[in-house]
């Protein structure tokens, strides 16, 4: 079958496709499913003596220790709802370091002596698991030999009941560490700088005059874009398949640039596939809130409700395991790659921060006068603090090889970190640094013109989408982290430099003596004048931010191994350690870690890259370069001059492919470097501009080639045909 017939194979079973039947039950509401599936503080409270759901709630809510004689109790409680609701197994739900999520399933049933069986489930098993730990990353902390690892129970993450055709199981979240207690994971790390932020913050609230206040924690809403494509467009290109974006492919004659797509018209069949996976999400408890066509045709977007961060965490990565499989039941594929087609808006996962606790609500609200509300202002002054003087840091969490597609583009922000405020903070701070605060700008009127239409306020400042890290309002967006990675990491690294910081505001007050306001507008005055540089609130994309951001001395990570090493400067190991966050082992291993997937992300490309040049690309346009030179044999023959430039654009295209498809060979030929170090930086340096060379002579060929030869799905059919 020719390429082209096998396009219009897929492009017919698209238009044939009709999607299952969806969406919520016949007078069901939202409401009445939200949570069913989870077993929630509601639950707890039903089915645990009084006692037992006391004590839990209190690690849950104040972050107190948990009391493991309460094990047993909850543990026979959850195995009690869980089969009510169907569950044969349960597992351990753990999160390694491949931003991917890791369960082991074990059966309920025990044998007894008298050859039947009882469901068993004893509080020892729920507390604490054992998988086999060695096929995990590791980063050097143990030997690939060792296999034990252990999980442990997040108590403060709920257990939630996953339903499947073949069967449910009960799921925990927990922990996942070496049988040294090292963190093997993204939970552990996230709970201990949970903490220790948690700990600073209320060092600054008993300042303010809060008597023993309530544990502050940090809360994430993570807006997740994402593309979909038909899964026959998919199966049909090998890079989609193993690498999660396409490796080739010529821009389409019509991409994103009428912006007709932003916020359109849901198209039918891909809003049947939204309307099913939020019926799951809720019953997951998992409260997804916005849906939107985003920029780039084919792109969409999901953003859930504030959380706690590490519940936000442990949701993020259920609901793209569950976008994974309800797409393919809709005959999709969902694309979560930062940078799946070329030349068309990137996805990222914007991770909304704040911190707060039930008593007091998120810490980050300015009020109507931010410069009269001095509690908010240290706050908002630890996180300027905070960027400044770990900016690095910032963009070591959101590293890795398919996010460096996306960062510093005209769509993503600029891989310099800094801070947008808006007009009223950023006039608020400019007062302070100037001597004192005396007025804030309020909230105006938009008169629209037409007298049907309300008064609509305005708020006193525009957003800014090209800063990495932007006030909006009640939180601070951070907008580069990747679109698959993790939300852990980047949340893990804004609580720990929020702890320090934090620290350096309390002490300074604490050791203040005399008139506190005085104190508090002395220590904002400092540090917006040691940390203002950070602040920048115009275009992100200008060339001129660039050299204005190198003048600041701010830094310019521009790729992932330029990021990396920020993992293991002194201050980083410092920090890290001071706040029990990760030791030097840790640091070492993570930062080991992520150099691996960097040079194996890319080395998986660049193979990909020389099979699909040398089997596929190369054959069609041989093949059509062999019809271009008969036609011109045969039109001579027949005494009839021909005109030859097709053929001699092809050859010369044919001949770029060939030399630069030997030239990627080679680099991976080449197994000279004995370090992961050596490995990245060969990754980076050579094989990835091999395969820049190799496309751009493929992506030139796609645009001669006769249609009917050229053998993959193209942008077009891809990115148009939902």
């Known amino acids: 079958m020719s390429g082209n017939a096998a396009r219009l194979q897929a492009i017919s079973a698209v238009e044939a496709y009709v999607p299952p039947a969806v969406s919520f039950v016949a007078g069901e509401a939202p409401g009445e499913i939200f949570g069913e599936n989870v077993f929630s503080r509601s639950v707890m409270q039903k089915r645990l003596p009084k006692s037992v759901f006391k004590s839990v709630t209190a690690t849950i809510e104040k972050g107190a220790k948990l009391d493991p004689v309460v094990a047993d109790a909850v543990a026979s409680a959850m195995k009690d709802w869980a089969l009510e609701k169907g569950a044969t197994h349960y597992a351990h739900v753990f999160y390694p370091l491949t931003n991917l999520t890791a369960e082991k399933h074990d059966s309920f049933l025990e044998p007894t002596t008298d050859g039947m069986a009882l469901a068993e489930f004893a509080g020892k098993t729920l507390i604490q698991g054992e998988p086999d730990a060695s096929s995990f990353p590791n980063g050097g902390l143990r030997n690939t030999f060792e296999a034990r690892g252990y999980t442990g ?15 449910n199981t009960l799921c925990i979240p927990t922990v996942f560490v070496s049988m040294t ?3 093997l994971d993204h939970k552990t790390p996230l709970l201990r700088s949970q903490q220790a932020m948690g700990r600073q913050a209320e060092r600054i609230l008993t300042l303010f005059g809060h008597v023993d206040p309530e544990h502050v924690v940090s809360f994430c809403g993570p807006e997740q874009e994402y593309f979909l494509v038909d899964r026959h467009f998919a199966v049909a290109r090998p890079d989609l398949l193993n690498a999660g974006r396409t490796l080739f492919g010529a821009p389409p004659p019509k991409g994103q640039e009428f912006d007709d797509h932003y916020f359109g018209a849901i198209p039918e069949r891909v809003l049947g596939f939204m309307m099913d996976t939020e019926r799951e999400l809720f019953k997951l408890g998992i409260p997804a809130k916005t849906r939107h066509n985003e920029v780039a045709p084919g792109q969409f977007e999901v953003a859930p409700m504030f959380e706690r961060g590490n519940v936000a965490s442990d949701h993020q990565q259920l609901l793209m395991t569950t976008f994974k499989t309800l797409a393919r039941k809709h005959g999709l594929e969902i694309l979560f790659h930062e940078k799946p087609f070329a030349g068309v808006n990137g996805s990222g996962k914007h991770v909304n921060w704040s911190l707060g606790n039930s008593e007091l609500g998120s810490l980050l609200v300015p009020g109507d006068t931010p410069h009269q509300n001095a509690q908010f202002l240290v706050f908002c002054a630890a996180v300027i603090r905070a960027v400044h003087q770990y900016g690095g840091l910032l963009r070591a969490s959101v590293a890795s090889a398919t996010n460096d597609h996306r960062l510093g583009a005209n769509e993503a922000p600029p891989a310099i970190i800094s801070i947008f405020l808006g007009d009223q903070l950023a006039d608020v701070f400019e007062q302070i640094a100037e001597g004192e605060a005396t007025s804030s700008k309020g909230k105006g009127a938009m008169q629209i013109g037409v007298d049907t239409l309300p008064v609509l306020p305005t708020d006193p400042g525009d957003r800014n989408r090209t800063s990495p ?28 430099i929020m702890a320090e910081s934090l620290d ?7 050791q203040a003596e005399g008139d506190f306001d005085a104190a508090v507008q002395a220590l904002l005055k400092q540090i917006i004048t040691d940390h203002g540089a950070v602040i920048f609130n115009g275009d992100g994309y200008s060339e001129k931010w660039q050299l204005e951001a190198a003048e600041r001395g701010l830094p310019n990570l521009r790729t992932t191994l330029d990021a990396l090493p920020q993992l293991i400067t002194p201050e980083a190991m410092a920090l890290f350690e001071k706040y029990g966050v990760f030791n030097e082992r840790e640091m070492h291993s993570r930062y080991e870690i992520a150099l691996e997937q960097y040079a194996m992300t890319v080395s998986v490309e660049a193979k990909l890259t020389a099979e699909m040049g040398t089997t596929q690309i190369l054959p069609a346009a041989v093949r059509y370069q062999t019809e271009l030179a008969q036609n011109a044999a045969t039109l001579k023959a027949a005494g009839i001059d021909p005109d030859l430039g097709a053929l001699t654009e092809v050859t010369e295209q044919v001949a770029a492919l060939r030399s630069a498809l030997a030239t990627l060979k080679a680099e991976l030929a080449d197994d000279s470097a004995e370090s992961t170090v050596a490995e990245a930086e060969h990754a980076g340096e050579k ?7 190799v496309r751009a002579a493929a992506d030139a060929l796609e645009g001669l080639v006769a249609d009917d030869l050229w053998p993959l799905p ?3 059919e891809m990115l148009f045909i939902l």
């Open 469 to 496: 890290f932007a006030f909006t309002g009640n939180r601070f967006e951070f907008r580069a982290p990747g679109s698959q990675q993790t939300v852990a990491a980047p949340i893990v690294t804004i609580n720990t």
């Open 181 to 183: 207690g090292e963190a």
């Open 153 to 167: 129970w997040d108590v403060t993450s709920p257990a939630y009941v996953l339903e499947n055709p073949n069967g």
């Open 714 to 716: 193209t942008y077009q």
């Open 687 to 693: 094989l990835l501009p091999a395969m820049a060379a």
């Open 504 to 510: 350096y505001c309390a002490t300074v007050l604490e």
